[in-house]
């Protein structure tokens, strides 16, 4: 089965450190996402790409947050500086989406990048 | 964006067939209704979509009323491994990303 690569999949810091999360989404899915999970939020939409453009990122906190895909096989989740309240899940998740189709939501999730800032 | 209330957990035993309702009232027409799995240490897994009437596929079925504002996934005969989250998600057309509820914590007995 095709899969959603994540790297790292553990990372600890210190506060104030830079973090970068990659994911290799799979390969011919046009649309990428990212979420995080925490216990006291679940998991929320972070930023979402459409053909490496990014959609949507209104739910990322934009002065330490930001997300890239420098090509279609790699997209970045960059943190700077780092804080203990950034701990938590990171999930990427890719699928394909085109505008002809009606609904197609059953989009693949990786295994996460467990983050924990102290 | 529709909002949906699913119960926080349920039980069962190996071999019973489980049924999630998960209501969501202000569904809009041209929304639809997903459904996804999550274990522990692990991303969300797609399980099934639908639009109205009934869907069915390997994993399980997915009963929508003709009004919408409810659904029900059905998973038959529920094995230890079903043990997890089940998130009923409404999916806004032209709006690509989903938006997670709280999710509703299946344990099964032996």
């Known amino acids: 089965d095709a899969r959603v690569t994540q790297t790292p999949r553990h990372k600890v810091t210190e506060m104030g450190q830079e973090v970068t999360m990659r994911c290799q989404p799979i390969?011919?899915?046009?649309?990428v996402f990212w979420y995080r999970q925490t216990m006291m939020q679940g998991l929320e939409l972070l930023a979402y790409f459409r053909n490496r453009a990014p959609l949507d990122d209104s739910g990322m906190p934009k002065d330490r947050f930001s997300a890239e895909m420098p090509d279609a096989t790699l997209a970045t989740l960059k943190i700077q500086p780092s804080e203990p309240r950034d701990s938590a899940v990171y999930f990427c998740a890719s699928g394909l989406v085109t505008l002809l189709e009606g609904g197609n939501y059953g989009y693949t999730f990786g295994s996460g990048t467990r983050l924990t800032v102290v | 964006l529709a909002k949906t209330t699913q119960p926080i957990s349920m039980d069962s035993y190996e071999g019973q067939e489980v049924n999630i309702t998960c209501s969501h009232n202000n569904i809009a027409t041209n929304d639809y209704i997903t459904w996804y799995q999550q274990f522990p240490s692990q991303g969300p897994r797609f399980i099934i979509q639908g639009y109205k009437t009934k869907v069915t596929n390997e994993v399980a079925s997915l009963f929508i009323p003709a009004d919408r504002k409810s659904s029900t996934l059905s998973l038959p005969r529920v094995s230890l491994s079903d043990t997890a989250v089940y998130y009923c998600?409404?999916?806004?057309?032209?709006?690509?990303?989903?938006?997670f509820g709280s999710g509703t914590r299946l344990q099964v007995q032996p």
């Open positions: 998600l409404v999916a806004e057309r032209g709006r690509r990303a989903l938006t």
């Open positions: 390969l011919g899915h046009n649309t």
